[in-house]
């Protein structure tokens, strides 16, 4: 299969460089946003390892919409770009034969304790045609990819950190600040799950998953930070305003932006 990853398909995404800029760890409001320490690296893009398919996730202009919507959520909430995911969900030989794609940084997040995370969300560009493919929770996600650090399990080394999404209170325009610390559930996959209870059948507020993280022993680290989605159902759309504690990520047409959040 060809992997076209920031590759314009017929439903097209504008492409460009990728790039970003390292986190700040102290928890703020997710409204108050300056523009002031802005910086920009260029550790942010697809993450190849957990790509499945030929998705889409690239840096564009937009969206701007849909038709007829006026007012603030008719642009994307930071300056004019987004980034444009696209997953299909019956287009591999795999099974389930859906794709996945994860747009993140390995880099600036490697060594960061999970527990000092104090506020996590995004802005998403949902439609009204994702909701039919999937239902209300057809939304994209927020991974890290974590050593847990379990004093139970200390052979475990590797889980991935899954917040799942509420529905967007809104469709066809941008939507408010979906906080991931207080709104949707959390997971992790592999035999970290097992051991905390928070398993994708069984899913964990935030507030629950962090106090099963914090068994006594040394401090779960985070390795890297994403959002995508997949491997579920067909999805289209956009997100942007990644936060990360103080830091916002603001995803242009020309790289990925930051903005410190008061």
């Known amino acids: 299969?060809?992997?076209?990853?920031?590759?314009?398909?017929?439903?097209?995404?504008g492409v460009t460089a990728l790039a970003a800029i390292a986190v700040s760890?102290?928890?703020?409001?997710?409204?108050?946003?300056?523009?002031?320490?802005?910086?920009?690296?260029d550790h942010w893009g697809v993450i190849t390892r957990n790509t499945i398919g030929s998705p889409v996730?690239?840096?564009?202009?937009?969206?701007?919409?849909?038709?007829?919507?006026?007012?603030?959520?008719a642009r994307p909430p930071y300056g004019r770009g987004s980034l444009g995911i696209e997953v299909a969900d019956k287009s591999t030989s795999l099974t389930p034969p859906s794709e996945q794609v994860e747009f993140g940084n390995e880099v600036d997040f490697y060594?960061?304790?999970?527990?000092?995370?104090?506020?996590?969300?995004?802005?998403?560009?949902?439609?009204?045609?994702?909701?039919?493919?999937?239902?209300?929770?057809?939304?994209?996600?927020?991974?890290f990819e974590i050593n847990p650090n379990l004093t139970a399990a200390p052979a475990t080394t590797y889980s991935s950190m899954v917040w799942t999404s509420a529905p967007s209170p809104v469709t066809d325009r941008w939507s408010?600040?979906?906080?991931?610390?207080?709104?949707?559930?959390?997971?992790?996959?592999?035999?970290?799950?097992?051991?905390?209870?928070?398993?994708?059948?069984?899913?964990?507020?935030f507030p629950q998953l962090k106090t099963a993280l914090n068994d006594g022993g040394a401090q779960p680290t985070i390795y890297t930070a994403g959002v995508g989605?997949?491997?579920?159902?067909?999805?289209?759309?956009?997100v942007d305003g990644l936060r990360i504690n103080r830091t916002v990520y603001d995803f242009e047409a020309d790289g990925v932006r930051t903005r410190r959040a008061g």
């Open 1 to 13: 299969m060809n992997a076209r990853f920031g590759v314009k398909r017929k439903v097209a995404l």
């Open 111 to 143: 060594g960061d304790r999970v527990l000092a995370l104090k506020q996590v969300g995004f802005h998403v560009f949902q439609t009204g045609e994702n909701v039919s493919y999937g239902g209300p929770g057809n939304m994209p996600n927020i991974r």
């Open 57 to 73: 996730a690239a840096l564009r202009n937009g969206p701007f919409g849909s038709f007829g919507v006026k007012g603030p959520s």
């Open 25 to 41: 760890a102290v928890s703020g409001s997710a409204s108050a946003v300056t523009s002031e320490n802005r910086g920009s690296s």
């Open 176 to 205: 408010p600040y979906l906080n991931a610390t207080t709104t949707g559930t959390w997971y992790l996959t592999g035999n970290a799950g097992t051991v905390t209870g928070c398993t994708l059948t069984a899913q964990c507020t």
């Open 229 to 238: 989605k997949g491997r579920d159902y067909m999805w289209i759309g956009a």
